[in-house]
């Protein structure tokens, strides 16, 4: 009799642990971006722009980054080139030759995750508070950079967007939260181009607009997106027909300017784009990469703005009536890299 209980007790044991897996847990997913326009000088614009992704848990601590970055140069002896687009940091990899070109050791894109695996387990703060020293040994004087050995050992670029944009994305106040008990993975995307950009007249002076959408995905082991946000930068460097530049116009991104970003006041929206935008993050969770492209879309038609690609689904077009093709394909990119990391 003694031994059936033991036996009973051992089995009841056994289906005590199988239920027991990793508790659910609540995350934030944070993104940021810094953007600079100070390197655009006279015969070439450009926008610098650092984007980070961080995933916080319920202590605020990070326990995923992603960072990335777009340099979009143009050069303004021809004018302007519209057709232009630009691969990120990290899209180039190897491409962009920092270790041929300089005396690193190590890629830009091996830098900035080794500085991203230094911020996980630290807070928001923490990572603003990271100790650094200005580089004065005749390579790069004046770059600021990690005082720490180690880290500076494996991250010797200058760091204070890495750490701009990872605070910000820590102090997202346009968060969203996702659920989980499993394992999940980060990605980050952007894309830009040129295509709105102006060449100067006889009576104004052209404007490169090497515009950036920016998304990041969070993505469960299954390939669906737990949580999503993306967010867009529309800086402006106008120029005359010798290429002078004669002005530098950034005022936050899209998310940041919030109802400064004006949507509402000179159009027929009823939302702002940040809402807009949101909403349509909100609807692409739960959904891969792949569903989020396959979206049904339609061609507005109806004398407002004519030609713009925007969402079938009613009930969606009613919170996103903006048009959703740029939207889908860099937070498709963002769940593709958070699946297959490019490095």
């Known amino acids: 009799m003694k031994k059936i209980i033991a036996l009973l007790l051992v089995v009841c044991m056994m289906f005590s642990f199988a239920g027991c897996g990793k508790k659910e847990a609540e995350y934030k997913l944070g993104m940021g971006v810094a953007t600079s326009l100070d390197s655009s000088k006279d015969g070439q614009a450009q926008v610098d722009s650092v984007v980070a992704a961080v995933v916080l848990d319920a202590d605020g601590k990070i326990v995923a980054c992603k960072l990335d970055a777009v340099q979009n140069k143009m050069k303004l002896e021809n004018g302007v080139d519209t057709a232009a687009t630009f691969k990120t940091k990290m899209e180039l990899g190897d491409d962009y030759n920092m270790v041929k070109f300089s005396e690193a050791t190590k890629e830009w894109y091996e830098q900035a995750n080794n500085f991203a695996a230094y911020c996980v387990g630290k807070t928001a703060s923490e990572v603003e508070s990271t100790q650094t020293k200005v580089r004065d040994d005749g390579l790069h004087d004046g770059y600021i950079v990690a005082a720490d050995e180690t880290l500076f050992a494996s991250c010797s670029i200058q760091i204070t967007s890495f ?34 950009s102006t060449n100067p007249t006889d009576e104004k002076d052209g404007s490169v607009n090497m515009y950036s959408e920016f998304a990041a995905a969070v993505v469960s082991t299954d390939g669906k997106i737990l949580a999503c946000l993306t967010d867009a930068t529309q800086p402006k460097v106008g120029f005359d027909a010798e290429g002078t530049i004669t002005s530098k116009t950034f005022n936050g991104t899209k998310r940041e300017l919030k109802e400064g970003y004006n949507m509402v006041a000179y159009s027929e929206a009823t939302n702002e784009w940040y809402q807009q935008a949101k909403a349509f993050t909100d609807y692409c969770a739960g959904k891969t990469a792949a569903e989020v492209l396959a979206i049904e879309t339609k061609v507005r038609a109806d004398g407002l703005h004519d030609g713009y690609i925007v969402a079938a689904d009613e009930t969606l077009f009613a919170s996103c009536s903006i048009q959703i093709t740029g939207m889908q394909n860099v937070i498709a990119k963002a769940a593709d890299y958070a699946v297959k990391p490019l490095h």
């Open 163 to 196: 750490v701009e944009a990872i605070v910000k994305a820590c102090n997202d106040e346009q968060f969203t939260t996702f659920k989980t008990a499993d394992e999940f993975t980060l990605g980050v995307a952007a894309n830009s181009d040129a295509s709105s």
